[in-house]
């Protein structure tokens, strides 16, 4: 039958079964990476079984309380603080966890407490003092810091007032 054909019908027949055997190729090509994507997401939801079966295991434990950072050497910089927790089957209840107190922060409102502060009151002539009124504006992990807080320092010098006589005292 072969012989019946012309040469461009052989020719044609030539360029279709080339393209077959390539479709075919590509066929099998797409076929295995399909299968290798199927097995790598197959794997990946068999890792996440385990540790969802591992999160499950922790909800017995209560939530980690933190007590405050306490400085190493002084009243700031790097420190530890202690974390509790309750749970019956919980094999860790108490962990230490390293912390750092920053050295800018005002201390006397908690060194876990930072505030922005507005400027200066007009100074209090009966007290001698000035005020200022800080917003909380960022807390560190845990921390139990008031809203607001108000400082106080001395006025300072206050100017005295010179009395100056217009002219020769009259009697």
């Given amino acids: ?99 750092k107190i920053p050295c800018n922060w005002k201390k006397k409102f908690g060194g876990e407490c930072k505030y922005v502060f507005r400027d200066w009151g007009e100074c209090d002539l009966a007290t001698g003092k000035k005020n200022r009124t800080g917003i909380l504006k960022r807390a560190l992990m845990d921390a139990t810091c008031a809203a607001t807080v108000t400082a106080t320092k001395p006025c300072g010098k206050i100017p005295k007032i010179k009395l100056q006589a217009l002219g020769p005292p009259v009697i």
């Fill in 1 to 99: 039958m072969s012989s019946c054909r012309t040469p461009q019908l052989q020719k044609k027949y030539a360029e279709l079964v080339f393209i077959q055997r390539m479709t075919g190729q590509k066929l099998w090509t797409q076929v295995a990476v399909l299968a290798l994507l199927v097995l790598t997401v197959m794997a990946a939801e068999g890792g996440k079984v385990e540790k969802q079966g591992k999160k499950e295991r922790k909800s017995d434990c209560g939530d980690w309380l933190w007590s405050v950072c306490v400085a190493i050497e002084g009243d700031c910089g790097l420190g530890t603080r202690e974390g509790t927790r309750t749970g019956i089957d919980c094999k860790q209840t108490i962990k230490t966890q390293r912390c």
